[in-house]
């Protein structure tokens, strides 16, 4: 596609549940980030995938966000569990070696 | 450890005066750097890029940025502010990783308020 595109825009989820998130990157990007941004801050790393190499996890909160790629295509974050804490902005980026074109984000809200 | 560090949190400058948000990056070598901004309810935006040459790079919206190898500093600039500017801004940089990898490493912002 033209963008990074993510889904849903938004989501309401009620605190314990799962929630998925998706993030379609621009086709032939090789590196796809998460991040996490709470309200008025700056950007919390979560995941970094970077083409068929282990992802960097280093950023995952707990044990209850967990992602995915396959390749380097479509990419789901997952959080279990969710808690209210949880609730922020989640941004996906993707790259091909150099500058990180943004999605519009996933405002997750846990209620 | 590689780093980007972003020393002012909050800025608040008058519209018309010129404004230059701080940004060091902690690496052995010269990375990719950028700045990003994001006003509020936008996406990230991209302003401006370094990947070589000219150290005096031209960005969008009238912003410009420095680097400064001996400093290790990629400092954003604007001569005259305009309320539409307020925003929050990143510095960010990409430094090469095993294999033919790249990492991207941000700083934690800074936030522009503008008064009339």
């Known amino acids: 596609g033209a963008g990074v595109s993510q889904s849903p825009s938004n989501k309401v989820t009620e605190k314990g549940k799962d929630v998925e998130l998706r993030c379609d990157p621009i086709?032939?990007?090789?590196?796809l980030y998460w991040y996490r941004q709470r309200l008025g801050q700056g950007l919390e790393f979560l995941i970094y995938?970077?083409?068929?190499?282990?992802?960097?996890k280093s950023g995952l909160p707990s044990d209850r966000f967990s992602a995915e790629r396959t390749g380097e295509s479509v990419s789901t974050l997952t959080i279990q569990r969710t808690q209210q804490e949880d609730s922020a902005v989640y941004l996906c980026a993707s790259s091909h070696n150099t500058e990180a074109f943004f999605g519009q984000g996933t405002r997750l809200t846990v209620v | 450890a590689q780093s980007v560090t972003q020393p002012d949190i909050h800025i608040t400058v008058s519209e018309g005066a010129s404004l230059e948000l701080r940004c060091n990056y902690s690496y052995g070598a010269t990375p990719y750097l950028f700045w990003y901004v994001q006003s509020p309810g936008q996406g990230l935006q991209l302003l401006l890029k370094y990947f070589s040459g000219d150290t005096l790079v031209q960005g969008i919206k009238g912003f410009e940025a420095e680097f400064k190898r001996s400093q290790s500093s990629f400092n954003l600039r604007k001569p005259s502010v305009h309320w539409s500017d307020a925003a929050e801004y990143f510095c960010?940089?990409?430094?090469?990783?095993?294999?033919?990898?790249?990492?991207?490493?941000w700083g934690l912002g800074t936030s522009l308020a503008v008064n009339p």
């Open positions: 995938f970077q083409g068929n190499s282990a992802p960097d």
């Open positions: 086709s032939g990007h090789t590196a």
């Open positions: 960010a940089v990409v430094i090469p990783q095993a294999g033919n990898n790249r990492k991207l490493i």
